[in-house]
């Protein structure tokens, strides 16, 4: 199976920065687009950014000019920078990629475990 292993998360005060990233590993033909969501206490779960295979980025409006998306696409890995970071950032953070694992195979849609990001004051 294809595995998303996240990494990055941690405990960060307002104003400072962190960066996660997601690497995708198993049986992998080759990767689509790729992603960040993420859910905070009491909120829907919403896309914070996505990245197409060619690299062109979208981003939720309330990250828009803070957090930056990228991807290498040899390492099967995508990250997401994280500046200026809010209390309101503060969610569980989770990464997907749509996934082909053989030539042969449908686009399938694979999750990581999910990071968690805590901004303090």
């Known amino acids: 199976q294809v595995q998303l292993v996240e990494s990055g998360g941690g405990l960060v005060q307002a104003g400072g920065s962190l960066r996660l990233s997601c690497a995708a590993s198993g049986s992998i033909s080759s990767i689509n687009g790729m992603g960040w969501y993420r859910q905070a206490p009491g909120k829907l779960r919403e896309s914070v950014a996505t990245i197409t295979s060619g690299g062109t980025p979208n981003y939720v409006d309330s990250v828009k000019g803070r957090f930056t998306i990228s991807r290498d696409n040899a390492k099967n890995t995508v990250y997401l920078q994280m500046n200026s970071l809010k209390p309101e950032d503060t969610a569980v953070y989770y990464c997907?990629?749509?996934?082909?694992?053989?030539?042969?195979?449908?686009?399938?849609?694979?999750w990581g475990q999910g990071t968690l990001v805590t901004v303090s004051s």
């Open positions: 997907y990629a749509a996934v082909k694992r053989y030539l042969w195979s449908p686009w399938m849609d694979y």
